[in-house]
């Protein structure tokens, strides 16, 4: 059995790995390891969680161990797709580089300029990005690429999906032709194997498992349910609670807004939850990141921003709140459970509009995946409340609105406490009087404020959030508004002056 120490790494790394606890490589290390201390270009395809991280970081390290860095001018380059994972590959330097002292900096959107300024100016062994951060310093005439001998392109396919390749060519461009590219992706489409063809110059291919397979240590079920959010959120706390086993959970939805949305839902109905997309500033992404990597939180909600490459060890299900539009994603989402062998359970909500990308994904892992309670034809007819006449529930809206006393409908959104089993208690909500007209609109204003930003659960906009909710009675989990909605005309708002 090949181990580390037969693959050529320096003593330094060697021993930087015995600490971490490894022994024996992954297939993708042991496969590309070899031939990157060689100086040959790669071409990895494996898929998160397969140790390809290190596959990369231990020969980089190997090789930065002979000669300096230049102030301005990077040794080596590593671009990443999201700001989370390039942090990670940082971590990843500081793990199996604490026996070399090279300087590495990190260069990613959301945070100061200034301090990446003067990390780059005490010269950089290492320079991990994210694309348009690098732009933005060269722009600046803050760094000069022509010393980067090693150059890192990882997740390929995700960079292809978030629009970067124009940028990526661009960088290509600024790197000496004598470069050593590695190149690292989990799905080869077209697009990406025109690029690889473009990059590498004979390289070394090293495929792990075939292209878009899942882990086989991952328990894939369907659960289907109606096209309403209050059917798919009720349905989904539902499964949460029915997991014994559930330590921790990422659940995934496809739009940033439903991120936001469903995250409010969760926490108001007690559950212990953080939330994590593109639009949310970098400190509340890696606050909400730190915070579930050390369980305080046990769901984070996420776009497919937190899909890819995010090494958050032991999760123990990934929830689908919708079916993924590109059938990758579906494989990048589940690769958050079972990684690194360990078992693990990917539930994927199914409504009746999702068969066509349900019907790509099983394409795609070339496999059908099981329904936990029957598929689409054995779904009931959806209850009975939601089936009310627009009128009523425009009616029962506005009355609630009022202040008067919840619709009776509530109930079927709220568990009793005694079944719950992730959650602690379930925050009764005291329905307050509604607001006057004015305040109505003063909230409407601050929600346009961008710091306010309903989609960015920052820590101040949680408080904001907790205050409204305290005053409004908060629909969210009720069916959509109809009727006047939130246009309800300000006279029927107006409370009747109280006699003195
Ligand atoms: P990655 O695919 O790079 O995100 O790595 C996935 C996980 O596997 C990380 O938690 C690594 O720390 C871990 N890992 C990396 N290499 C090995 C190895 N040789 N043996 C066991 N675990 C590893």
Not at 58 to 66: A, D, F, G, V, Y
Not at 253 to 262: E, F, G, S, T, W
Not at 433 to 443: C, I, L, W
Request: proline share 5%.
């Amino acid at each position: 059995m090949t181990t580390f120490a037969d693959l050529g790494l320096s003593q330094k790394v060697l021993s930087a790995v015995t600490d971490a606890g490894y022994t024996i490589p992954t297939p993708i290390q042991a496969g590309a390891i070899p031939p990157a201390l060689q100086r040959r270009d790669i071409l990895g395809i494996a898929q998160t969680g397969t140790g390809k991280t290190a596959s990369f970081v231990l020969p980089m390290l190997t090789l930065l161990e002979k000669g300096r860095a230049r102030a301005r001018m990077p040794r080596t380059l590593i671009l990443e797709p999201t700001r989370e994972l390039a942090a990670q590959v940082a971590e990843n330097f500081e793990k199996y580089g604490k026996n070399h002292k090279l300087n590495v900096a990190l260069l990613i959107g959301g945070v100061s300029f200034d301090e990446q300024d003067r990390k780059l100016e005490r010269g950089a062994d290492v320079l991990i990005c994210t694309p348009g951060r690098l732009l933005d310093h060269c722009e600046r005439g803050k760094l000069l690429m022509t010393g980067v001998e090693v150059f890192v392109i990882d997740e390929a396919d995700r960079m292809l999906d978030m629009g970067f390749i124009p940028d990526i060519e661009r960088i290509a461009k600024m790197i000496p032709f004598t470069r050593q590219t590695l190149f690292f992706s989990a799905t080869m489409p077209p697009e990406i194997q025109k690029l690889a063809d473009q990059f590498l110059q004979n390289p070394e291919r090293i495929e792990v498992a075939p292209p878009s397979s899942t882990a086989k240590t991952v328990t894939q079920r369907l659960v289907a349910c109606h096209n309403k959010d209050y059917e798919k959120r009720s349905t989904l706390r539902d499964l949460i609670r029915a997991q014994d086993d559930l330590k921790n959970a990422i659940i995934f939805c496809n739009r940033k807004k439903d991120v936001a949305d469903l995250f409010r839902s969760l926490e108001r109905h007690g559950f212990s939850v953080g939330a994590l997309h593109g639009d949310m500033d970098q400190r509340s992404r890696t606050t909400m990141l730190a915070g579930f990597k050390a369980n305080a939180i046990t769901l984070l909600v996420a776009s497919d921003v937190a899909a890819r490459g995010l090494d958050i060890p032991d999760v123990s299900h990934v929830f689908n709140f919708d079916v993924p539009i590109h059938a990758e994603d579906y494989v990048h989402r589940i690769g958050r459970t079972g990684r690194a062998g360990r078992s693990g359970a990917a539930f994927t909500l199914v409504t009746r509009s999702d068969t066509k990308f349900l019907d790509a994904i099983e394409k795609l892992i070339d496999q059908k995946i099981e329904w936990l309670d029957g598929d689409l034809s054995a779904l009931p007819a959806p209850a009975e409340s939601h089936d009310e006449s627009r009128g009523k529930r425009g009616r029962d809206k506005g009355r609630e609105r009022r202040g008067g006393h919840k619709s009776d409908t509530r109930s079927e959104y709220v568990k009793p406490v005694e079944e719950q089993q992730v959650v602690e208690a379930v925050k009764v909500e005291v329905v307050k009087a509604e607001p006057v007209a004015a305040e109505r609109r003063t909230d409407k204003r601050r929600d346009q404020n961008p710091r306010n930003n309903r989609n960015n659960p920052s820590p101040a906009n949680d408080d904001n959030r907790d205050r409204r909710r305290n005053r409004h009675h908060d629909h969210d989990d009720g069916p959509t508004p109809v009727g006047f909605g939130d246009d309800i005309p300000a006279f029927m708002l107006i409370v009747a002056a109280a006699k003195a």
